[in-house]
């Protein structure tokens, strides 16, 4: 068998590190992609999480006892006095 020539080690080595500078420029292209991704995804969660802060402020201030009560005026309705508050107590079932 004849051995292989300088020149075809040389092609060799070219294709090898032709193919190792392709998966590498891959790679890269990869995780600048991805990276680009998880910033978008950063941004987005920033805004819904303003926006959670935004719907539970809007909450709190919806059912606070001053909005309450006056919406409760509106529809005719009045707070009740201490003689029409009843506490009910449940039966104790679990006596043996």
Same mark, same amino acid.
């Given at each position: 068998?004849?051995?292989?020539?300088?020149?075809?080690?040389?092609?060799?080595?070219?294709?090898?590190?032709?193919? +190792?500078?392709?998966?590498?420029? %891959?790679?890269?292209?990869?995780?600048?992609?991805?990276? =680009? *991704?998880?910033?978008? @995804? /950063?941004?987005?969660?920033?805004?819904?999480?303003?926006?959670?802060?935004?719907? +539970?402020?809007?909450?709190?201030? %919806?059912?606070?006892?001053?909005?309450?009560?006056?919406? =409760? *005026?509106?529809?005719? @309705? /009045?707070?009740?006095?201490?003689?029409?508050?009843?506490?009910?107590?449940?039966?104790?079932?679990?006596?043996?």
């Amino acid at each position: 068998m004849r051995r292989p020539r300088g020149r075809l080690w040389v092609v060799l080595w070219l294709v090898f590190v032709l193919g +190792i500078l392709f998966w590498v420029v %891959a790679r890269q292209t990869s995780s600048v992609m991805a990276a =680009a *991704e998880l910033d978008s @995804l /950063r941004v987005e969660r920033s805004d819904l999480e303003a926006q959670r802060t935004e719907l +539970i402020r809007r909450v709190r201030q %919806a059912g606070s006892r001053n909005v309450l009560g006056e919406r =409760a *005026e509106q529809m005719g @309705l /009045r707070s009740a006095v201490d003689s029409e508050i009843v506490i009910l107590a449940a039966p104790d079932t679990l006596q043996r």
